[in-house]
Nanobody
């Protein structure tokens, strides 16, 4: 069982940066892959980034590649999403999620079994 709590969202101007954090509780955190997803009003939840259990392998959607960086600190049971060069189209609720495996075999939301409550990111133009 993993419980997830996101923080770090807020309002930022286009071109700015934010760092999201996801604090996890549960003994299995360091052995599972983690992911970040986002959902804008009226749209489906979409994959943003994922990281394997050790942090040695990362995955990104094309829309954020080169701008966002996912990382994790297993000693602190925390996963991060550093977001740079933010654009208005990045505006969404961002969710942290835990995968049941050490590597994310699939980046569909249905493959992630545990979710946080979300944190809002708003990028103004």
């Amino acid at each position: 069982q993993v419980q997830l709590v996101e923080s770090g969202g807020g309002l930022v101007q286009a071109g700015g940066s934010l760092r999201l954090s996801c604090a996890a509780s549960g003994r299995s955190f360091s052995s599972v892959a983690m992911g970040w997803f986002r959902q804008a009003p009226g749209k489906e939840r979409e994959f943003v980034a994922a990281i394997n259990w050790s942090g040695g392998r990362t995955y990104y959607s094309d829309s954020v590649k080169g701008r966002f960086t996912i990382s994790r600190d297993n000693a602190k049971n925390t996963v991060y999403l550093q977001m740079n060069s933010l654009q208005p189209e990045d505006t969404a609720s961002y969710y942290c999620a835990a995968n049941g495996a050490s590597y994310p075999k699939d980046t569909r939301p249905s493959e992630f079994g545990y979710w946080g409550q979300g944190t809002q990111v708003t990028v103004s133009s």
